[in-house]
């Protein structure tokens, strides 16, 4: 939750007890590119869950007002237990192309434009499917919760990247080279990735939501503390049919 002043109430990640779930990405884009004069999108995710609908609708709705904001990628899922339907979708604003509706398997997001992705989302698309093939089973819930964070916290520089550098322009090379690692260190002198969350969801509805954020304060000269927060609940699906006979 954001609680800068001015946007209170935004998030980069969200879920309500519905199913739905969304999680907004900033598109890194060159100092040349930026404008001020545009809206926040730190609200974006939180509107999804108010919203009634359903993500594929709300990312076409969003669309007509997309050139309000500045380059942002905003992903949609909507899990439906009852009937085994699960829809995920993404829509950005950086291009003309409308919500993209994602087929089964393994998708990866990062601050870049999923047509053009940066090496670390590379990367970690193949570290996650390496981790799904481990860990097959719900019964291994608590090594596969181990294996993602893992992968969260992994601080490899995937650098020299070309396509870092054409949507960095404008930014100090020590700062675009730090960006290119899945977990920004937060002792480098710029923001870094202060929570990770995984959110998982069996086939009935039973979600497992397990976040781990840095204690504040954050003093980067000592060692890092993480509190760690786990909400277990089950999907209350709208879906479900109700006979009045």
């Known amino acids: 939750m954001d609680f800068e002043e001015g946007k209170q109430g935004g998030t980069w990640l969200a879920m309500n007890t519905s199913g739905q779930v969304a999680t907004l990405l900033n598109l890194m884009r060159p100092i040349s590119d930026m404008d001020g004069t545009k809206k926040d999108r730190g609200f974006l995710a939180v509107k999804f869950l108010e919203s009634g609908t359903d993500g594929v609708s709300y990312l076409q709705r969003l669309r007509r007002e997309a050139d ?20 995920a979708a993404y829509y950005t604003n950086d291009g003309d192309e409308g919500p993209v509706i994602l087929k089964k398997g393994v998708h990866v997001f990062g601050n870049s434009s999923p047509s053009q992705p940066w090496k670390k989302v590379n990367a970690a698309k193949k570290m996650f499917e390496e981790v799904i093939s481990r860990q097959p089973k719900s019964s291994q819930k608590e090594e596969l919760l181990a294996d993602i964070f893992q992968v969260l916290r992994n601080d490899t520089l995937h650098y020299p990247d070309k396509q870092l550098d054409r949507d960095t322009e404008g930014r100090p090379e020590e700062y675009v080279k730090q960006l290119s690692a899945i977990y920004i260190k937060p002792d480098q002198g710029i923001y870094g990735s202060r929570t990770h969350t995984v959110i998982l969801i069996d086939s009935h ?3 497992d939501y397990v976040e781990k954020t840095m204690k504040e304060p954050i003093d980067v000269t000592s060692n890092i503390s993480w509190v760690t927060t786990r909400m277990q609940f089950t999907i209350q699906d709208s879906s479900r049919i109700v006979s009045h006979l």
Do not use: A, H, R, W
Not at 69 to 85: A, H, N, R
């Open 205 to 207: 509805g039973n979600v």
């Open 68 to 87: 309000m904001y500045q380059s942002f990628l905003l992903v949609t899922i909507d899990v439906k237990p009852m009937m085994g339907e699960v829809t």
